[in-house]
């Protein structure tokens, strides 16, 4: 499923914290990841598609050191600003267009991620260069919403897929790579929908391990 245009991200970080359902999402998240991955005090890690933080800020204390990356200046700024204001020194930002070709710097122990698959395009191509940046048994942790029918998203700009099915996702991860695939429900997102009313969208998680 492709959606034409791009999001503009950008215009959104100022307010992206204002939504309680993303903070809860986030922490939900979080407390999934480290139920699943365990985190020590001796990984370096990345939050790919790390928005304002969220998610971010919640596993910063459990790692040596986290990388917020982004392809929104804006919302990297965010992060940076609350980073300076809790005086964190173990949080970097980086910026990349996966998109555009350009590729992640450093090499990772564990790669979170939370909301970010659906707006990339070419999901074996993303998988492929997690397992590129991850070092030898590094983990990979990743939210994303099950297979919905497009009513998630009040505008679907930017938007590649409708969710995803765990199993087709599975199969993807194994022709990267990765083995010992597992998943849960880490949260559910209710929402209202103008045509059917409040509804319930589950947000799996994924933990795998890189092969060699």
Known sequence: MSVQGKRDFDKEAAQWDAQSRRVKLANDVARAIIREINPSVTMDVI???CGTGLLTL????FVKSITGLDSS???LGMLEKKVAAQGLSNVQTQFVDIENKRGIDGSYDLIVSNMTLHHV???????KEWFRILRPKG???FADLDAEDGSFHPDNTGVFHFGF???KLRQLLQDAGFSDVRDT?????TKENDKSGAREYPVFLISTTRIG
């Open 58 to 61: 919640n596993l910063q204390p």
């Open 185 to 189: 429900t880490a949260s559910t997102i």
């Open 139 to 141: 983990q990979l942790c």
């Open 73 to 75: 200046q804006e919302m």
């Open 47 to 49: 939050d790919f598609g």
């Open 121 to 127: 395009p070419d999901t074996a191509a993303l998988f």
């Open 165 to 167: 099915d765990r199993e």
